[in-house]
């Protein structure tokens, strides 16, 4: 964001190359996709790019990602949470526990309210973990590595608790639905046009912001280009989707999760106070930020997309075990830095967060596709973590 007028008059080609150095991050990151995907398309003779694998790529994602967007702020206040796996994993069996042992009982012949009640369920538990570590993090101030560290493993001997070693079934068709669902796809391009108008009125909204607090604007052409490129690739994947089943439910929830983390980390004081205190805790604490309820409000936070990821686990696997959510957290806090969220706290966007899990999911399908050996998976993943954050470090050093 721009915040300084300049006395001397830009072309639209300086203008262009202006706004490419400042978010060269986000465009070496889309680049990245893009050649990811161009040589998974080689590789499997076009087949990765199929509606139906594209459909599948999103869903596949959108568990990690609900974990990224919530350990966006985490990071950024220069904490970090290693229990999100293991929490939305045990939010899973939980659910799945309810489901095929609880409700039915209780309520038989009842699946709308049986769903209804087991995501509750599955919410209240990742909310009050998230209330008891953020307690323990923000007041006791015991450092968040530990806590969360310990809190993997508790989450792990609850799993072996509640599972005794044996597979839950969470396979009702209605709650199949919240992962395994689709939009028709009428609904599907009523959807994409809508966002498509909500993201020029937030345009048009957000030049007026700028005008009223004396900020220099961009040339509209610029804005109006930006907007109508992210307008046309939201419509340009509805498009494909479409040509398989239609809008995956899942991705529906995760574009909603994430528009709102957006505009809670960027528009309210809330989210303002999480990359003050990651920016420069002191200064922070003596400007009157409360650190300690900020801390517990975002490990609350996390606790409920922790909730949300679990529901969304169980009703994508149909089951519940006691592998579940195994590395889940690695995948988060590795889709937060390839996003461009700084681990030493202080910047990072939910948009990058989607961004990294995009690029982890796609080289996750691309390989299995091609019969690649875990082993190798695994050593490539790493490699283009490191690789990531080094060209982080040496974009911010060329600046």
Do not use: H
Request: include cysteine.
């Amino acid at each position: 964001m721009s915040t300084a007028a300049s006395s001397v008059p830009q072309t639209p080609v300086q203008r262009i190359t202006k706004g490419f150095r400042a978010n060269v991050q986000t465009y070496a990151l889309l680049v990245a996709l893009v050649a990811i995907w161009g040589i998974f398309f080689s590789a499997t003779n076009g087949n990765y790019t199929t509606p139906q694998n594209i459909s599948n790529l999103f869903r596949q994602m959108t568990v990690t990602s609900f974990l990224a967007v919530g350990m966006v702020l985490i990071i950024v206040t220069g904490n970090i949470d290693l229990s999100v796996g293991k929490l939305a994993g045990f939010v899973s069996v939980v659910v799945a526990f309810f489901q095929a042992r609880i409700w039915p009982q209780v309520f038989p012949n009842q699946e709308v309210l049986t769903t209804v009640l087991s995501i509750v369920a599955g919410i209240g538990v990742g909310l009050l973990f998230g209330m008891l570590q953020g307690s323990i993090i923000a007041y006791l101030k015991v450092p968040s590595f530990i806590v969360t560290l310990g809190g993997m493993w508790i989450l792990n001997g609850a799993l072996l608790l509640v599972t005794e070693g044996k597979t839950i079934p969470a396979n009702q068709p209605l709650f199949s639905e919240i992962a395994q669902g689709y939009l028709p796809p009428a609904a599907g391009w009523v959807l994409g046009v809508v966002v498509a108008a909500v993201l020029f009125v937030l345009m048009v909204m957000g030049r007026q912001r700028k005008q009223r607090y004396g900020l220099t604007l961009e040339p509209m052409y610029m804005d109006a280009l930006k907007t109508g490129l992210v307008a046309a690739l939201v419509l340009l994947y509805v498009g494909i989707v479409n040509q398989y089943n239609g809008v995956q439910t899942p991705v529906l929830l995760l574009a909603i999760a994430a528009v709102v983390m957006s505009y809670v980390s960027d528009n309210t004081r809330f989210g303002r106070y999480a990359y003050a205190i990651g920016g420069n805790r002191e200064a922070a604490r003596l400007s009157g930020v409360n650190i300690r309820k900020n801390i517990f409000l975002i490990y609350v936070l996390m606790g409920f997309l922790c909730g949300i990821s679990g529901t969304v686990l169980a009703s994508y696997v149909g089951y519940g075990t006691i592998a579940a959510g195994q590395g889940y957290e690695l995948d988060a806090i590795a889709s937060c830095v390839l996003g461009g969220t700084s681990t030493l706290g202080g910047s990072g966007t939910i948009l990058g967060a989607i961004i990294g899990s995009l690029i982890m999911s796609s080289l996750t399908n691309g390989l299995q596709m091609m019969n690649v050996q875990p082993a190798w998976q695994y050593l490539l993943k790493g490699a283009v973590l490191v690789a990531a954050v080094y060209a982080d470090v040496y974009f911010k050093k060329s600046r």
